[in-house]
C-alpha cells in the first residue's frame, strides 16, 4: 500500500508558509535572529521565533483577539491550514470522512502557565489557560478550530513528537483506521525550555553551526508543521488534479536506550533508526539522495549523528544538511518542520545548506552541503529526529 | 479496531493497596478529596541513588515495569509505550515554580531533563535494554487508550511481539488545587483526585496467566451525540466498565451514551475506589480484565446494582471531557 504526502504546511522562523519557506533555503537567509517575543532575562540568546505576535496569528485565523489562546496552538491553526488547502481538500470532504489529526507537541500551553502560574495561585483571574498546559489540550484547539477531525491524538517524544506524530498516522493508514491523516507537531519557545536548555549548557550564544567542529549548541526554534497523508487509493478516489507532493516510503521508530539525554558516542540509536527505516521502505542506502539530519549543533549530537551516518554509508554518503541554522531547533515540531523542509527540498530539487559551517569535525568523513545546490536529482530522502531518551526516528520521503 | 491480542500481565501502584489484588476483596474506601498512592518500600528495589535520583513516578514506572516482565513467561521485550496525561508534572513544577520565583538562573538541569512526558518510557527503556518501539501518548484523559491503540497497531502488524503499555499519572498539591479550579478534579460529588501507575504486557500468544482477550479498540473525538452515531457497538456483552466518578457533569455522559448504545446492559465502576486522575482508565482497564480472569464482579463495583449474569466479556469506556471517547472490549 502506498501511502502519498499530498498536502503540507508550515510556519517557522523562516517563513509563514511553504512558499516563504523554500524563499529562504534559496536566497540563504536565516530566520536566526536576536529574541524578540519571548519576554525572558536571556535577551542575549539567539532563537528562531515565527515572526509574528499572538495577536497577528488571531487576526490572521479570524479569532477574536479575546479568545484565550497559546502560541502553540495557534502556529498549529495556521499549519493545519495551509495543509489542507494545500492538499486541495476542503473541511465538508473531511468532516464526511474518517479524518484525523496527530500533533506532536511537549510544551503545550506553558507559554501561558509560565506568565500566569503566580495568578492561578493567587488571583484566579487567569483560570482559564489551567487545562492548556496540557498538550492533548493544544491539540483539541487546534482540532476545535477546523472542526473536521473524527480522531484526535497527541504524541510527546521530546524532539522527535511530529516524526512519530507522522509515523503513526501512516500506521493508521494501512491498517484501514483512517481516511485522511494530517500529522506532524507545534511548539512555540517558552522560558521554561529555554531555561531547561540552558541549564544543561547545551545553547550556543552564536548563530549554531551543525557538524562544525567548533559547535557550541543549539539555538531553540518554534513553529508549526503537518503533512496530510493519504493512501493512493484513496487519493486517487478524490481525482485531483494534480500529483501527490511526495510518498511516504517508510520510516522507524527506535530507542537507544543508552542515556536518559545524551546519544552515546557510536550513534547506535541513529544508526539503528535509519537502517530500519531504510529495511521499512524497502531501500538501500545508495538510493537516499539526501540526508536531513538532526543536526542540532550540540557536541554530543552531531558527533554521534555523523558517525552513525559514516557507518551506514561508508564512503558514499550523499548530500547532508542541518537546516536547525535556519530555523532553531523546534524541538517537538522539529520532525514535522524538517518533513515538510525535505518535501520541499524534493519538489523543487534543491538542498537546503548548512549555513554557518566553516570546520570539519575531524571524526568524520564528510562535510555537510556548504553551497547553493539547486536543480540537484533528487528521489528519496531521509529525515532524521532524535529526542532525549534516546527517541531516535527516521523518515523516507520519496518522490512520485 | 479488530484486535486478537492477549494481556498476559498487570501491575499497579494506585490508591489501593500496590502490586496485588486486595481491592478485589477488601478495597480502601478514602473521604479524602485527593489521595497519593500507596508506594512500596523503594529501597528493597532500588540502589540509594536511584532512590535519591529518581522521582516517585519514575520509582513506579520501573517497578511496575520489572513486576509485570518477572510474573510474564516471556521475558523478552520488544516495545515500550505510555500514556500520560500530564507527564513528569512533579519535576515540571520543581522547575517551573523555581523559574517564576527565582528568575531566570541557578535552575536545575535534573529536574528539566525529568519532565518530559517521554522521560517514562525511555527510563522503561534503560531499565529493561529495550532498544525497539518506544513512544509516549499525551492526550488528557484518553492517553492509556492511545498507548493501547498504538500498541495494538504494532502487534496486529508483527505476530511475535511483546508490547509493554503503561499509563502514568502523579499529582501534586498545587496541580490538584489548579485542577479543582478549572473544572477537572475535586468537583461536587466528585471521587478523589488519584495517582496511576501501571504496567501491562501485550502479545498474540496466550498464557497459563493470561488476563484477558482485547478484541477491540476505538477512540474517537466529538461531542455525545455524534459518537453515538459513529460507534459501531459490539453486541452480547456483559457488562461496561465506566469512568462514572460521583460528578454528574461527568456521570451524565457515560448513562447517556451507555443508554443510547446498550440499554440493558450493567454498569460498573471503579473510579470508587481508584480515584480520578488523566491515567485512571488505565486501572479501569485493569479491574475489568481481573473480573474477566476470576469470573466474578465485586459487589463494590456495581454501579446501577444491575449484577452481570457471566462475565465473560466488558467493554470499557472512557470519556474526558465528553470530547474524547475511548470503547476497549475485553473478553475471555
Known sequence: ?400 | MKANIYINAIKQISAQNALCEEWFEKPIYYSENFVKSLDEDYRQYFSPNEVRRLGKMLKRALLTARKALESNENKSLDAIITGTGLGCLENTELFLDRMVRQGEQMLNPTQFMNSTHNTISSLIAIDTGCKGYNSTHTHNGVSFEHALFDAVMLLNKDNNTTAMVCGHDEMTPTYFNFLQKAGYLGQQGETFASETAVAMLLSRQQTDYSFCKIEAIDILYGQPSDIVNIYQPPTEIDAIMTGINGFDKNDNIYTDVCGKLFADTPILQYKNIFGENYTASALGIYVAAECIKLGVVPLHLLYNKKRPKSIRKILSYNHFGGKNHAFVLLSK
Open chain 1, 1 to 400: 500500500m502506498r501511502i502519498f504526502v499530498t498536502g503540507i504546511g508550515i510556519i517557522s522562523a523562516i517563513g509563514n508558509n511553504a512558499t516563504e519557506t523554500t524563499q529562504s533555503f534559496i536566497r540563504a537567509k536565516s530566520g536566526i535572529c536576536p529574541i524578540r517575543y519571548l519576554s525572558t532575562s536571556h535577551k542575549n540568546l539567539l532563537v528562531g521565533e515565527v515572526k509574528q505576535t499572538n495577536e497577528e496569528m488571531k487576526r490572521f485565523l479570524g479569532i477574536s483577539q479575546s479568545t484565550p489562546s497559546i502560541r502553540t496552538a495557534l502556529m498549529g491553526m495556521i499549519a493545519v491550514e495551509e495543509a489542507i488547502r494545500s492538499a486541495m481538500l476542503d473541511k465538508k470532504t473531511m468532516s464526511d470522512s474518517m479524518s484525523v489529526l496527530i500533533n506532536g507537541t511537549t510544551v503545550g500551553g506553558m507559554d501561558k502557565v509560565e506568565d500566569f502560574y503566580t495568578d492561578f495561585i493567587e488571583n484566579d483571574t487567569k483560570n482559564e489557560y489551567i487545562h492548556m498546559q496540557h498538550c492533548g489540550t493544544c491539540s483539541e484547539m487546534i482540532a476545535d478550530y477546523h472542526r473536521c477531525f473524527k480522531k484526535v491524538n497527541t504524541i510527546s517524544t521530546a524532539c522527535s513528537s511530529a516524526a512519530n506524530a507522522i509515523l503513526s498516522g501512516a500506521e493508521m493508514l494501512r491498517q484501514a483506521e483512517a481516511d485522511i491523516v494530517v500529522a506532524g507537531g507545534s511548539e512555540c519557545i517558552t522560558r521554561f525550555h529555554l531555561n531547561g536548555f540552558n541549564s544543561l549548557m547545551i545553547i550556543d550564544e552564536s548563530p549554531c553551526r551543525p557538524f562544525d567542529a567548533m559547535r557550541q549548541g543549539l539555538n531553540l526554534g518554534e513553529g508549526a508543521a503537518f503533512v496530510i497523508l493519504e493512501t493512493e487509493e484513496h487519493f486517487n478516489k478524490r481525482a485531483v488534479q494534480s500529483k501527490p507532493l511526495a510518498e511516504f516510503k517508510g520510516g522507524a521508530n527506535v530507542c537507544e536506550a543508552y542515556h536518559q539525554t545524551a546519544s552515546s558516542p557510536n550513534g547506535n540509536g541513529a544508526f539503528k533508526a535509519m537502517k530500519v527505516a531504510l529495511k521499512n521502505a524497502n531501500l538501500q542506502p545508495s538510493d537516499i539522495d539526501y540526508i536531513n539530519a538532526h543536526g542540532t549543533g550540540t557536541q554530543n549530537n552531531d558527533l554521534s549523528e555523523g558517525i552513525a551516518i559514516q557507518r551506514l554509508w561508508g564512503n558514499e554518503i550523499p548530500y547532508v544538511s542541518s537546516t536547525k541554522s535556519f530555523t532553531g531547533h523546534t524541538t517537538s515540531a522539529a520532525g514535522g518542520v524538517e518533513a515538510v523542509i525535505s518535501i520541499l527540498a524534493l519538489q523543487n530539487s534543491i538542498v537546503p545548506q548548512n549555513i554557518n559551517f566553516e570546520n570539519p569535525m575531524p571524526e568524520l568523513n564528510f562535510l555537510p552541503v556548504v553551497e547553493k545546490t539547486q536543480n540537484v536529482k533528487l528521489t528519496n530522502v531521509i529525515s532524521n529526529s532524535f529526542g532525549f531518551g534516546g527517541n531516535d526516528t527516521s523518515l523516507i520521503f520519496s518522490k512520485v
